[in-house]
Nanobody
């Protein structure tokens, strides 16, 4: 059974930093994409934060590029999201995912980790 284990969320003051981790268990981070979406309070939809392929190609939401950085460690089947200069509007539940579009295909989500930016 595939599981995504997230860690690193919490409370931080505006301007501070947090680093999220997401480790996949039960499959390998190979020929796949991992990343984060977030759901801001009051919004029904999740929005893409950042993603990275197992080959190392990263992508970001345009509004977050420059403050957030995603990286991956294929040997640990883990991806990291470094979040800098955090703002109150970054407050959200951050959900990790893994998606594979070649056989065998799959798409799994983590349980979510809360990030709160407040003074």
């Amino acid at each position: 059974q595939v599981q995504l284990v997230e860690s690193g969320g919490g409370l931080v003051q505006p301007g501070g930093s947090l680093k999220l981790s997401c480790a996949v268990r039960g499959t390998r981070f190979s020929a796949a994409t991992m990343g984060w979406y977030r759901q801001i309070p009051g919004n029904e939809r999740r929005e893409l934060v950042a993603s990275i392929t197992s080959g190392g190609t990263a992508d970001y939401a345009a509004s977050l590029r420059g403050r957030f950085a995603i990286s991956g460690d294929n040997t640990k089947d883990t991806v990291y999201l470094q979040m800098n200069d955090l703002k109150p509007e970054d407050t959200a539940i951050y959900y990790c995912y893994i998606r594979r579009r070649v056989t065998p295909t799959f798409h799994y989500w983590g349980q979510g980790t809360q990030v709160t930016v407040s003074s």
